[in-house]
């Protein structure tokens, strides 16, 4: 177990340059390490915004893909949760610090030394620069990887990986279920995992979108109502209808909105979330806050315990995401349909073509 891994993936050599085939070692299997054929690597969009430098300067050459779906090739000599041949998923973060007071609480994706990422940075106490999942093999810590249930599809499983925990992580902490009402805003990649969740955990759940042509797919996904937002201008009063009509909305947008007429939606003590991240700034009205003690709030992916029982919930209601899936080839191509929300709803790359 001391030979490094020859891998092959989808690389971005220098900032804002389109992927192109990249030959590279992963790490000799520790210990403690497993390492996996990747079969799926779903496309986020944020793999869009560090290839582009769009939050800040990244590292180079860069390997994107944090939401993996393979089976495990090899374990290490201390390995107890994997064996070979296992369904196995591998999110956002590939370590943390484990002594934190976060940590410890299971909420490692919360670590006050940093978490460290699946890529764009170094691994854990090394020079190595971390190398994400588009590529055909990897090898990660036994801890920081998840079992997949058999009955889901491993294509449609990838973007649970950050999507999924992403949506489903802020629904639980906020004790979404029967008789709560949840407002999405945004039906995109990360909003259409919010319907599926929160229509799953028993909730009433309203769609707020700007492209009106998204009604059905919105319903077809378990909404049970869909707002226009399009329709909305300064002298119309739909938002009055549903004025302190909500428990919990979350905010999936990765755009700069006015996010004000939405605090009006919530309940006495409920709560906006906010998910997506905009480059601006967003105002917010503290007067809309005060009168029924509203709260704002924000919500990064889950711990690891958490993206466990996310999977197995979704094995439970059979949950995956809408996906298309492409090869390595079209993964510059998908960036740009990314960007223009031309897709229904996630992109992932059959790794198994790399």
């Known amino acids: 177990m001391t030979n490094t891994i020859p891998t092959s993936g989808y690389a ?3 900032p804002k340059s389109k992927l192109t085939p990249f030959k590279f070692e992963r790490r000799a299997v520790g210990k403690h390490d497993v390492a996996l054929d990747i079969h799926y690597a779903g496309i986020c969009h944020s ?3 560090q290839v582009r430098e769009e939050w800040g300067s990244a590292l180079f050459p860069m390997v994107p893909g944090h939401e993996i779906a393979g089976i495990v090739t090899q374990v290490g000599s201390n390995v107890t949760k994997f064996k070979i ?8 973060f590939i370590d943390s610090c484990r002594k934190c007071e976060n940590c410890q609480k299971g909420i490692n994706n919360y ?3 940093g978490m460290t990422g699946t890529y764009n940075g170094y691994e854990r106490n090394s020079q190595q620069i971390a190398f994400g999942g588009y590529s055909n093999k990897f090898v990660v810590n036994q801890d920081y990887a998840v079992k997949i249930p058999d009955n889901l599809d491993l294509a449609g499983v990838a973007p649970l990986m950050c999507a999924g925990i992403t949506l489903y992580s802020p629904l639980k902490h906020w004790n979404t279920g ?3 009402k949840v407002g999405i ?3 995109g990649g990360l909003g259409h995992m919010g319907v599926k969740y929160a229509k799953a955990l028993g909730a009433h759940v309203t769609v707020f979108s700007h492209s009106p042509n998204k009604k059905e797919d919105a319903l077809k996904l378990g909404a049970d109502e869909f707002v226009s937002t399009k329709t909305l201008d300064s002298e119309s009063n739909l938002f009055a209808i549903y004025n ?3 428990d919990l909305v979350l905010n999936t947008t990765g755009v700069p909105l006015d996010l004000n007429p939405y605090l009006e939606l919530l309940k006495t003590d409920a709560t906006l979330v906010f998910i997506g991240l905009s480059g601006q700034p967003y105002p917010i009205e503290a007067g809309k806050l005060l009168p029924k003690r509203r709260s704002v709030a924000g919500s990064m992916i889950g711990g690891m315990d958490e993206l466990q ?5 979704s094995g439970e209601k059979n949950i995956v995401s809408e996906i298309e899936v492409i090869n390595p080839e079209q993964i510059n191509e998908a960036y740009d349909r990314t960007v223009a929300s031309d897709v229904k709803y996630r992109f992932v790359i059959d790794a198994k073509k790399f």
């Open 244 to 246: 302190n009509t909500f």
């Open 309 to 313: 029982e996310m999977l197995d919930f």
């Open 185 to 187: 805003i945004g039906l």
């Open 12 to 14: 971005a050599l220098s």
């Open 85 to 92: 041949g296992d369904r196995i998923g591998v999110g956002v």
């Open 178 to 180: 029967p008789g709560k």
């Open 47 to 49: 793999d869009i915004h």
């Open 111 to 113: 670590c006050l030394e």
